[in-house]
């Protein structure tokens, strides 16, 4: 298994400009998850998906949309990019049959915005 | 505002050594988390405690929770090079959302 996989590793976009984040996963989890990570401040939860079809908003949802139009892929879409979204961006998904659950975190994506 | 908050934020050690990392949280909690990152990595969960739990165990790892001081401890026992990472608390409210609230971490260096 490839666990959760993101495409690109890396971009530098100039300001206005828009991109899509691609996440996959190939363990069947329900659950999906967008997080940031900014130095010094840990992650923050963007948005977040409990299945196929279904969005939310997480903690900093403004200026990103979100897709989850099959189960094993959430879709990341800046539309008009800014300076402070430069970022290290990562996916996680995990189960949803379990109490308890732990997440499973993709490689990341380095996003310089101009 | 961040749910979780580590202490120290930054830890040096000798190898062999333990090393005691903190978190402190603000409100009541279903679980909590540890998960560890190498430098340009993702995310790796290292251990899961419950918030009926006090103590948990895995290999060289202790984590230990009190709900009433609202604080988690995670002991790396005999430390190694390869323990050198950043260690961060998740916090799991329990509200529905099934999403973590992460602290801002511990940097770890383990000298050899």
């Known amino acids: 298994n490839a666990g959760v996989t993101q495409t690109p590793k890396f971009r530098v976009l100039k300001t206005g400009q828009s991109m899509t984040l691609l996440c996959a996963q190939d363990m069947n989890h329900e659950y999906m998850y967008w997080y940031r990570q900014d130095p010094g401040m840990g992650l923050r939860l963007i948005h977040y998906?409990?299945?196929?079809?279904?969005?939310a908003k997480g903690e900093v949802p403004d200026g990103y949309n979100v897709s989850r139009l099959k189960k094993q892929n959430f879709l990341l879409g800046l539309e008009s990019a800014a300076p402070s979204q430069t970022s290290v961006y990562f996916c996680?998904?995990?189960?949803?049959?379990?109490?308890?659950?732990?997440?499973?975190f993709g490689p990341g994506t380095r996003l310089t915005v101009t | 505002s961040q749910q979780g908050e580590e202490d120290p934020q930054a830890l040096s050690i000798q190898e062999g050594e333990n090393a005691t990392m903190n978190c402190s949280y603000k409100?009541?909690?279903?679980?909590l988390q540890w998960y560890r990152q190498n430098s340009g990595r993702g995310l790796v969960h290292l251990i899961l405690i419950r918030s009926n739990e006090r103590e948990k165990h895995s290999g060289r790892l202790r984590v230990t929770l009190d709900t009433s001081k609202k604080s988690s401890s995670l002991l790396i026992t005999a430390s190694r090079a390869a323990d050198t990472a950043s260690y961060f608390c998740a916090t799991d409210l329990g509200t529905g959302r099934r999403a973590l609230t992460f602290g801002s971490g511990t940097r770890l260096q383990v000298q050899p």
């Open positions: 996680a998904s995990s189960y949803k049959r379990q109490e308890n659950y732990e997440q499973y």
């Open positions: 998906s409990v299945g196929e079809g279904t969005t």
């Open positions: 409100t009541s909690i279903n679980n």
